[in-house]
């Protein structure tokens, strides 16, 4: 078992920038690759990011390649998500969530554990 908060939303102007923070507690947060996702309203929960283990392998959505930095801190049991170039179509409430098997996956179902979500503005 794994427990999971996200931390760090807030409302931001276009252009701007975030850093969500998703610390973890329960079983070691080593054992887990670790994901992104965001779900703004009316719409379905959508891949953002993926980070491997170790924080050797990452992986984006087209949406936000160039402008969003996935990291891990393995000591501190955290998990980043650096959010650039803000847009207003980055509005969403934004989930970590951990993955087992440490596999690259886009799914949701795919991943074990999940965080309550934080939610992200990006005003016009």
């Known amino acids: 078992q794994v427990q999971l908060v996200e931390s760090g939303g807030g409302l931001v102007q276009a252009g701007g920038s975030l850093r969500l923070s998703c610390a973890a507690s329960?079983?070691?947060?080593?054992?887990?690759?670790m994901g992104w996702f965001r779900q703004a309203p009316g719409k379905e929960r959508e891949f953002v990011a993926w980070?491997?283990?170790?924080?050797?392998?990452?992986y984006y959505d087209d949406s936000v390649k160039g402008r969003f930095t996935i990291s891990r801190d393995n000591a501190k049991n955290t998990v980043y998500l650096q959010m650039g170039s803000l847009k207003p179509e980055d509005t969403a409430v934004y989930y970590c969530?951990?993955?087992?098997?440490?596999?690259?996956?886009?799914?949701?179902?795919?991943?074990?554990?999940w965080g309550q979500g934080t939610q992200v503005t990006v005003s016009s």
């Open positions: 329960g079983r070691t947060f080593s054992s887990y690759s």
């Open positions: 969530a951990a993955e087992l098997l440490n596999r690259l996956s886009r799914r949701s179902p795919e991943y074990d554990y």
């Open positions: 980070i491997s283990r170790k924080g050797l392998s990452t």
